[in-house]
């Protein structure tokens, strides 16, 4: 082991030991940010960039597992990226497919759900993600969702379409529906429905901002920014965002 590992080696147990009986949050959501400009900075393809970042997802689930975290949400595919270039998003997809079916091969503990518009995704595309993350139902590990052609303004569009649809389906009008709506029907209708709300939201690659992600789940989660890229993302990275998490006075949106 070099200077260079030992020092970290030394950091990492120190931060772990940290941790000890601080708060854990139960759902944490990720923005897995920075695998093209990663690819740049050290001189590889886009996609060996993306592919990177596909190869350090399973390293922070194991590391969510050793933590307590309960339910993760991975933002791999927006909307928006979409209109890539064909060859791109072509390239990128079938890097999701892949890493999907890692995560849901047998002996893995994690129950994988997939969230997005997956009507707007190849009907392949969709359909293997889909089986693949059946294959996971009534695993004892945490709750993963894989967010895949995921905008947080459509899934709130997509839920309140369901919610009336739902409705309508049992013969109520329109008024009717307006007369009882508030927040917690329109929370039943969710991509996420049925889960706490992410207590903590990881954005790699030094950008501070959303940019759309769980908007209606996290408007009282606590954000933490880090500058790494997404591939280069360390076991250290993620202990810094629990002990800054840990140490905050949560005031819950207010």
Known sequence: MGARDLVYDVYERRLTRKLRGVPV??????????????AKSVGASTKDGHQAGADKIEDLLRWCDEAGV?????????????????????????IIENVVVDLAREG?????????????????TAQ????AAETTAGRSGAVVNIAVCYG?????ADAVRSLLQA???????????????DVEHIAEHLYTKGQPDPDLIIRTSGEQRLGGFLLWQSARSEFYFCEAYWPAFRHVDFLRALRDFGARQRRFGT
């Open 128 to 131: 293997a993600l889909k089986a």
């Open 152 to 156: 947080g303004r459509q899934e709130i």
């Open 108 to 124: 893995n503990p994690w129950t994988l759900n997939i969230v997005g518009a997956l009507d707007l995704l190849p009907t392949e």
């Open 70 to 94: 309960e339910v993760v949400t991975l933002w791999l595919l927006s909307t928006d990226n979409l209109a890539r270039a064909d060859t791109e998003l072509h390239a990128l997809l079938r």
């Open 167 to 181: 409705h309508a389906a049992q013969g109520a009008s329109i008024e009717e529906v307006a007369e009882f709506l």
């Open 25 to 38: 949050p139960r759902h944490v959501g990720v923005i897995l940010d920075g695998n093209r400009r990663w």
